[in-house]
């Protein structure tokens, strides 16, 4: 057991709670008798809920020939199992506040650029795409619990960044946490995930997600590695058919070993 872990077992660092607003939106999520409408205008209660709702229905995976306006468009686009995903990303988020040294816009877009292709990529191997598509936008939330609980590591490891979501890969953001609190954001995202009631499959694909691309992997967990990996050579300019071309041949093993992908 890491340090990190033995500190919130022992109660030494203690974590917040979702946002009243998530929670209560949840649970009409949960209520089979639920209707877009009716989950919309809860949505249209919070300007920032709204703009990243609006802000995931005009992603890549969803993006028509118009852009939608509307929260009732966005949602009705989306589906409400894949809202759940956003709403658990922005009330966890919520639930930190903002964290010093953290660029949170940059945050949120990797989140999304990572939720959609892990969507893409569950479609393709037949996996749950809701599931991966949550999974895929709570994968770095670990990055936030770790700066939340441990500021002074944070600032020592990440403080001179001015901004180390458009500098970092996911791999390399993942070393840099291992030097700093003994444990990388993936492990943290699971536990995270596991605790705001992710099934076990998608915590599972979020432990994982970084690990070396491996097709024997579950098809869930495979979709998340194919996201982080396909969202990296996004960030660092390569278009989406060479990086879908490129994360195909990694998983295929026509490539010795995975790309450095570290700046």
């Known amino acids: 057991m890491t340090a990190f872990f033995a500190q919130?077992?022992?109660?030494?660092?203690?974590?917040?709670?979702?946002?009243?607003?998530?929670?209560e939106l949840l649970q009409a999520l949960r209520d089979e008798s639920a209707s877009v409408s009716q989950v919309a205008a809860q949505v249209?209660?919070?300007?920032?809920?709204?703009?990243?709702?609006?802000?995931?229905?005009?992603?890549?995976?969803?993006?028509?020939?118009?852009?939608?306006?509307?929260?009732?468009?966005?949602?009705?686009?989306?589906?409400l199992r894949a809202l759940e995903g956003v709403l658990l990303l922005h009330g966890s988020v919520g639930a930190f506040g903002n964290i010093k040294g953290v660029d949170l816009p940059a945050f949120w877009r990797r989140a999304v650029v990572t939720g959609t292709c892990a969507r893409q990529w569950a479609r393709r191997w037949g996996a749950?795409?809701?599931?991966?598509?949550s999974a895929g936008l709570l994968q770095g939330m670990g990055h936030i619990i770790l700066c939340h609980c441990l500021p002074e590591q944070a600032h020592r490891?990440?403080?001179?960044?001015?901004?180390?979501?458009?500098?970092?890969?996911?791999?390399?953001?993942?070393?840099?946490?291992l030097d700093a609190f003994g444990v990388a954001h993936p492990e943290v995202s699971a536990w995270w995930a596991a605790e705001i009631g992710?099934?076990?499959?998608?915590?599972?694909?979020?432990?994982?997600?970084?690990?070396?691309?491996?097709?024997?992997?579950?098809?869930?967990?495979?979709?998340?590695?194919a996201a982080c990996l396909m969202n990296t050579l996004l960030e660092r300019g390569v278009t989406a058919d060479q990086a879908m071309v490129e994360v195909e041949q990694l998983f295929a093993g026509e490539t010795q070993e995975a790309p450095d992908l570290s700046d």
């Not at 992603?59 to 009705?76: F, N, T």
């Open 8 to 23: 919130l077992l022992s109660g030494d660092v203690q974590l917040p709670t979702m946002p009243r607003v998530i929670r």
């Open 44 to 79: 249209a209660l919070d300007p920032v809920l709204t703009s990243r709702v609006l802000q995931m229905a005009n992603s890549a995976h969803y993006a028509s020939e118009r852009p939608l306006a509307s929260v009732r468009d966005a949602v009705a686009v989306m589906g």
């Open 128 to 133: 749950p795409e809701d599931q991966a598509q």
């Open 157 to 177: 490891a990440f403080g001179a960044m001015s901004s180390q979501m458009a500098l970092c890969s996911s791999q390399e953001m993942a070393q840099r946490e």
């Open 198 to 225: 992710l099934p076990d499959s998608a915590v599972e694909a979020i432990e994982h997600s970084l690990q070396a691309p491996d097709m024997k992997a579950p098809a869930l967990t495979r979709a998340l590695m």
